[in-house]
């Protein structure tokens, strides 16, 4: 079993940033790949962002190319999302998911965290 728990969400402007991260327990963190996902009301969960086990790839949702970027500490069990020039469209719950390594699909991944609230006003 492993836990995961995000934090960092909040209420920001249009434009402003935020990082998300999360933090791993229970199992052995480095043998997952990881992802971030995020969920709008009335939506289905969508893939954000991955990161290989070893973090030398990476992929990300069109949408937030070159202006979110993965990483991950396999030292300390934490995977992180910075998010800029955040955009209203980018409101949704966020979800960390560790799995299979680089994989867009949600099947993909065993474990998730609870989520954790991210709001751009505009």
């Known amino acids: 079993q492993m836990t995961l728990v995000e934090s960092g969400g909040g209420l920001v402007q249009a434009g402003e940033s935020l990082r998300l991260s999360c933090a791993a327990s229970?199992?052995?963190?480095?043998?997952?790949?990881m992802a971030w996902f995020r969920q709008a009301p009335g939506k289905e969960r969508e893939f954000v962002a991955s990161i290989t086990r070893n973090g030398l790839s990476t992929e990300y949702a069109v949408s937030v190319q070159d202006r979110f970027t993965i990483s991950r500490d396999n030292a300390k069990n934490t995977v992180s999302l910075q998010m800029n020039s955040l955009k209203p469209e980018d409101t949704a719950v966020y979800y960390c998911?560790?799995?299979?390594?680089?994989?867009?699909?949600?099947?993909?991944?065993?474990?998730w965290g609870r989520g954790t609230q991210v709001t751009v006003s505009s």
């Open positions: 229970g199992r052995a963190f480095s043998a997952f790949g």
């Open positions: 998911a560790a799995g299979e390594n680089g994989s867009r699909v949600p099947r993909a991944y065993t474990f």
